[in-house]
């Protein structure tokens, strides 16, 4: 699976737009870019996850550049629940498996 | 739908002892993986289960292993314990039925080794 490059911390005032970039420029044409986030303590929680077009949930967008070298997670209004490490995973979605490579994450930091 | 259950939470063992770490999928998963959370190495792959078979393994010696039943239930048991297994144990299941598909992760065991 190709490797990620993410900041290793960021903050971001509640209530305003976080984004949070990712560059994957390895990144082949069949590996989807995933995101995911822990928050201290508990299990990492799926975000979104896209192959070439952007992607909206209720959670948040994603947003993946023409080249697919790399993408932006935008969560659109930061609360202070959004605290947590985001990791940017690109991966081969297959029928035969479904292992995760993390890489370090973004430690967001949402302030009041 | 009650989500990825892992038990027990938290667990505390002697050098040189056993553990067995459980893990039920969400109802209609096929696929459990597990992973292990330390500071010093972050989230790394342990292995995945799909209808009772192991298909991928991660990079960690034969004192880990693990299985899954028939119901989609995983186990992970790790044998002579060190120091350095202390660790968020996390147990992930996902649909694995073709095309992307997302895991969904438990709340991990918190194993202490002394």
């Known amino acids: 699976d190709a490797k990620t490059t993410q900041p290793t911390s960021m903050d971001c005032a509640e209530g305003r737009a976080a984004n949070l970039p990712c560059n994957h420029s390895t990144i082949s044409g069949n590996e989807y870019v995933y995101w995911y986030r822990q928050i201290h303590s508990q299990g990492p929680q799926y975000i979104i996850h896209g192959l070439k077009n952007n992607e909206t949930n209720e959670m948040a967008s994603l947003i993946i550049t023409e080249d697919r070298k790399s993408s932006t997670l935008i969560l659109p209004h930061a609360t202070l629940r959004d605290t947590a490490v985001y990791y940017c995973?690109?991966?081969?979605?297959?029928?035969?498996?479904?292992?995760?490579?993390f890489g370090g994450g973004t430690r967001v930091l949402v302030k009041p | 739908k009650a989500g990825v259950t892992q038990t027990p939470r938290y667990l505390i063992k002697t050098r040189g002892q056993q553990v067995t770490l459980s893990c039920s999928p969400i109802?209609?998963?096929?696929?459990v993986s597990w992973y292990q959370q330390t500071p010093g190495q972050g989230l790394q792959f342990l292995f995945e289960y799909f209808s009772e078979t192991q298909r991928n393994k991660g990079n960690f010696p034969g004192r880990f292993s693990g299985r899954q039943f028939s119901n989609s239930r995983s186990e992970m048991n790790v044998s002579t314990l060190e120091l350095g297994d202390s660790a968020l144990y996390l147990c992930?299941?996902?649909?694995?039925?073709?095309?992307?598909?997302?895991?969904?992760f438990g709340q991990g065991t918190r194993l202490t080794v002394v």
């Open positions: 992930a299941s996902s649909l694995a039925q073709g095309g992307s598909t997302e895991a969904f």
């Open positions: 109802s209609g998963h096929r696929s």
């Open positions: 995973i690109v991966r081969v979605s297959r029928a035969a498996g479904n292992k995760l490579t």
